[in-house]
């Protein structure tokens, strides 16, 4: 499985980015998927979470209201649209898959992809 995550850019605190995860694999629907980001001189941090059937959907405390992950498994592509972006959202974004049909967000990731910017301009 590899992953590619698109969409990384600089924007100003307020406004919105929508980052994009393909998946080279044959089935996406076989796997959760979730974003995390770190942040220079940070460690990586979850940020959201899709179970594999798009019924299930988890966020970290700091972005919930503001971002929302979504998927499209004929496309082999999820989402994480970013609304209201602050300065503190900065961060590279990763995407991972985990291969499970767990619904309860509890994941063990086993595939990443490289990361894509974000910059957030106060």
């Known amino acids: 499985v590899q992953l590619q995550a698109y969409g990384g850019g600089v924007v100003e605190a307020g406004g919105s980015l929508r980052l994009s995860c393909v998946a080279s694999?044959?089935?996406?629907?076989?796997?959760?998927m979730g974003w995390f980001r770190q942040a220079p001189g940070k460690e990586r941090l979850f940020v959201a979470s899709v179970s594999w059937s798009g019924g299930s959907t988890y966020y970290a405390d700091s972005v919930k209201g503001r971002f929302t992950i979504s998927r499209d498994d004929a496309k082999k592509t999820v989402y994480l649209q970013m609304d209201t972006l602050k300065p503190e959202d900065t961060a590279v974004y990763y995407c991972?898959?985990?291969?499970?049909?767990?619904?309860?967000?509890?994941?063990?990731?086993?595939?990443w992809g490289q990361g894509t910017e974000v910059t957030v301009s106060s």
């Open positions: 694999v044959r089935f996406l629907s076989r796997y959760a």
């Open positions: 991972a898959a985990d291969l499970t049909y767990a619904e309860d967000g509890i994941y063990d990731y086993d595939y």
